[in-house]
């Protein structure tokens, strides 16, 4: 599906740039770009979408023994995020990253499929910080025992409770006078 969306966005790219007189109105030539744009987000969505239905089936499928039997309610959050990877030379890895039976786990595309791509336990986690952690683009850091791994992801960035209640942290709320 990823190799024909590809091949559909640049088969219209190329009629629009190069076969502009094959169209017989002005409306058609301009909805070609409006069809072409639409493709991209398609295109995205194929490659780097996992539900939270896939992802559980991932989890279920995976080596781990602890999340063999797991189900939705189990999971107590997840959310879209890319992991900033080692060599800043190689693009985000995107997926949906799962709080999940004392571990967080962070789920990616491998064609098809959804695979297990990161995971630690939360108690490896030390704290979390949050700003840029890639180029321009916000998001978390979550240090652990023996290391640390960056996040992007905008909804966590602006509204980080959502992370401190998936990790089931408590925050310290001052009583106002």
Known sequence: ????????ILLIFLVVIFGQNLFPTRALYWSAYFV????VPLLWFINFWVSQKSALKALQ?????NTKDCTLQDMKNSFFAGMVPVN????L???RLCFIGGNII????????????????????TSVGFGTVAGVRRGFT???NNGEK?????????????????LGWKIKTEDKL
């Open 88 to 91: 800043t030379q190689e693009d």
């Open 93 to 95: 890895i995107r997926g």
């Open 61 to 65: 499928n995976s080596n781990e023994s």
């Open 106 to 125: 962070l789920i990616g595309r491998k064609g098809r499929k959804s695979v297990v791509t990161w995971q630690a336990k939360i108690s490896d986690i």
């Open 142 to 144: 979550v240090y652990l």
């Open 36 to 39: 072409m744009f639409a493709l």
């Open 150 to 166: 960056s996040f992007t992801s905008m909804k966590v960035f602006k509204h980080r409770e959502i992370l401190y209640d998936a």
């Open 1 to 8: 599906m990823s190799v024909l969306t590809k091949g559909l």
